[in-house]
């Protein structure tokens, strides 16, 4: 059987990737819509390399006969139109962070927590973790099942496209203007991007975390173990295509490390890469197009009883979007549940 799928975003990065991977993966579909605001009408995107699709008015379009609606345009737009997709009888699988708390939503990693998806039928939305979020559970996943984890801190390096396409193209146009003796002043970012680091991702909070840190606590605890405590700092880095997270773990009970490195090692969609010796461990240039999580220079944490280090790279685009929401489409076909 094939499936009618619609992607809503279709002419942003991640939405664009979207249709990429329903192709890469060989994902059953009859028919594809490529779904955008009215600006975009008319404009052609691709599905995979021979087959273009003209961009249709996502105001006006009629969800009826849509199996899987996968959104990413935002939390703006996904709180709109995602319930009348949803009330056409689409699945929604929603990359924004729109509905990743409500609790009638499943918020879905499939290799971590694939079981949520048999909640889907109380609103017929599905959330995608946040990027950063998504290649930490990863992570934590095998480690958790191994030994409980009690406490996590966590240092994001996170890329420039997490932010879209005119973030890129400000690391870009900084950059260059730099080489010119010129200075370009941010519009995208709170403070010049090119040759700097920021530490602000999303708005301030009250408690002066920033919400994608708060992001990375709740969804964490929703997804893998309410009782794990996690601690954040994210970070924008001038990298286009690839988040990186330096991770401290602290768990209740001794791990050894080989049992650990073997967890990490035999976890579906993660891939270890660890002999710093040789030079053996993995950043972000190297992950961009990958469709695993890599883990690399595991080591203990000789600072507390029982405790691990490690370094967490995925390609955010990818398994940190929209892979993991192409994901989520297959499991719900192998699932029965569409």
């Known amino acids: 059987m094939g499936y009618n799928v619609a992607v809503v975003g279709a002419t942003g ?9 329903l192709h890469e993966t060989d994902f059953p579909v009859d028919e594809v819509h490529a779904l955008a605001s009215a600006q975009s009408v008319g404009k052609e995107v691709s599905f995979g390399e021979e087959v273009t699709l003209k961009v249709e008015d996502l105001a006006s379009f009629d969800f009826e006969g849509i199996h899987i609606a996968l959104f990413s345009a935002g939390a703006e737009v996904s709180g709109t139109y995602a319930p009348k997709a949803a009330a056409a009888g689409a699945v929604v699988i929603d990359n924004s962070s729109r509905w990743r708390m409500d609790p009638e939503v499943p918020l879905v990693v499939p290799e971590v927590n694939g079981e949520a998806l048999e909640q889907v039928r109380a609103r017929n939305i599905i959330a995608n973790p946040n990027c950063s979020t998504i290649q930490l559970v990863m ?19 996170q890329s420039v496209s997490g932010a879209g396409k005119a973030a890129m193209d400000e690391l870009f146009e900084q950059t260059k203007s730099i080489y010119a003796g010129q200075r370009k002043e941010p519009e995208v970012f709170p403070k ?42 994210c970070v924008r880095v001038p990298v286009f295509v690839g988040h ?8 209740a009970e001794p791990v050894d490390l080989d049992d ?10 993660l891939a270890v890469v660890d002999r710093p010796e040789r030079g053996e461990y993995v950043t972000p240039v190297e992950c961009v197009g990958e469709h695993a999580v890599f883990v690399s220079r595991i080591r203990q ?4 009883p029982y405790g691990l280090a490690f370094w967490v790279v995925a390609d955010n685009l990818r398994k940190g979007a929209a892979l993991n929401a192409v994901q989520i489409a297959h499991a719900l076909v192998e699932r029965g549940l569409v």
């Open 192 to 233: 010049p991007i090119a040759f700097n680091l920021i530490p602000h991702i999303d708005r301030f909070l009250e408690d002066d975390f920033t919400k994608e840190e708060w992001k990375m606590r709740v969804e964490t605890k929703k997804i893998l173990d309410p009782d794990i405590e996690v601690v954040a700092t």
């Open 260 to 269: 650990a490195r073997n967890a990490l090692y035999n976890f579906d969609g």
């Open 244 to 251: 990186s997270e330096a991770v401290f773990v602290e768990f």
């Open 139 to 157: 992570a934590l996943k095998p480690l958790h099942d191994l030994a409980r984890i009690r406490r996590v801190a966590v240092a994001t390096y």
């Open 13 to 21: 990065v991640v939405g664009n990737e979207m249709l990429q991977i």
């Open 301 to 304: 944490d000789p600072t507390v």
